[in-house]
Structure formats: C-alpha cells, structure tokens
C-alpha cells in the first residue's frame, strides 16, 4: 500500500512569507508527527497528532510555527513570516498506536524548505 | 528517554558483518532499544528494536547485553544499499505517543 507522502517535496520562499506544508499519512494510522532536520543534524521533534488533537507541542520552535490535522488524515504545517532559520527538511511520520507494544513510526520523504 | 551514544562513523567492505555499537547505561527497565537507519535525501526507516532477548528480522539482528546498558545492530553481509546513517533510540513502550528521540547516529559508508 502507499506509505507517507508529502507535498511539496522542495519549496523555496523569500524570508517573510508564509509557507504551508502538507502530510497524507498511511490509511488507518491514528497518530501523526511532524521532525525537522537541519543540515548534518538528527531529528528535532516538533509535535504530535493523536486523531485531530494535538496533545503534545511542546517541540514547536515559535509561535510562527502552527499545524492541523484534519480528518484524522491529512495534516498541515505552517510556518509564518519564515526566517533563514527555518530552512530544514520537514519530515512527517505516522503510526498505529496499539492498545499494548511499540508503534513503529513510518516516516515520509519530506519536504525540503529553503527560505533566502 | 535514556540518552545514547554511537560512534560517529564506520566502514564495512561489502558482503561483511556490519557491526553498530550502541550505548545507552542510563536505560530503565521499561525502555526498549529500537534502530533506524536514514539513507540520504529520505526519511528514516525502522530496523529493528528489543527489550531484553536479541531478536533478528529480515534486515538485521540486534543483540543487546544482559545488563541492557549497550546493544548491538549486526547487518550480516552489508550490501553498498546499506550505507546510510544508523540512529539507536531507546525508548518507553506501550500506549500512546512516542515521541522519537534522535542523535546523530552513525553514518555507515559500506565500500566495495
């Protein structure tokens, strides 16, 4: 079946403008979360879908920074008035959350933003 | 979550054992050992994880020490495919979320 998907794979924006970023996570997984990587770093944790709620944000860097999650399907992340900072690769995963055991997250391809 | 470290590289000549340490001595007794790899330019890919007994899948085997303070990911026959950074994690199981606490892993370069 189709794994995670993101769009766009590449988005490029002028400092200061808004950019929205989108996940379609595997049918049926109820949880969904959202990494960032900048360049040569490990994954930074941003926030976490369980259905529509969001019960953990606490990895949002600012309050530029807002998601949604629609459905329980589709999220979107959206990053405002963007900051040279901000350029990263977008990683979005999603799992089942079983009653007992782990949850192995499937992650996407990401999209990778570059803000000049 | 338990911290880990991980060498910051490693070779492997292809059709070798790749052989990943892993150190994670503050680990709790709830807490399972899990490994991803990345491969460049794509997201990360679960391998494998344990709690206490070594365990073995279709991608690799993943032994860890009786005292659970460091593990092992064992490739068998590296293939160059298998270059990519390999990132060890421990973490609680369970219910709920589970949240992904990532270092910066080892990058494994496998050479012909």
């Known amino acids: 079946g189709a794994g995670v998907s993101q769009s766009p794979s590449n988005k490029v924006t002028e400092k200061g403008k808004d950019v929205e970023l989108r996940c379609d996570p595997i049918?049926?997984?109820?949880?969904l979360y959202w990494y960032r990587q900048s360049l040569g770093q490990g994954l930074e944790f941003l926030i976490y879908?369980?259905?529509?709620?969001?019960?953990?944000k606490s990895g949002l860097p600012s309050d530029r920074f807002s998601a949604e999650r629609t459905g329980g399907s589709v999220s979107t992340l959206t990053i405002q008035r963007t900051q040279q900072e901000d350029s990263a690769v977008y990683l979005c995963a999603s799992s089942l959350v079983p009653p007992r055991g782990y949850n192995e997250q499937f992650f996407g391809p990401g999209t990778r933003l570059t803000v000049l | 979550d338990a911290k880990t470290t991980q060498p910051t590289s490693m070779d492997c000549a292809e059709g070798r054992a790749a052989n990943l340490p892993c150190n994670h001595s503050t680990i709790s007794g709830n807490e399972y050992v899990y490994w991803y790899r990345q491969i460049h330019s794509q997201g990360p890919q679960y391998i494998i994880h344990g709690l206490k007994n070594n365990e073995t899948n279709e991608m690799a085997s993943l032994i860890i020490t009786e005292d659970r303070k460091s593990s092992t990911l064992i490739l068998p026959h590296a293939t160059l495919r298998d270059t990519a950074v390999y990132y060890c994690?421990?973490?609680?199981?369970?219910?709920?979320?589970?949240?992904?606490?990532f270092g910066t892993g080892t990058r494994l370069l496998v050479s012909p």
């Open positions: 879908f369980q259905g529509n709620s969001a019960p953990d």
């Open positions: 049918s049926g997984h109820t949880a």
């Open positions: 994690i421990v973490r609680v199981g369970g219910t709920g979320f589970q949240k992904l606490v």
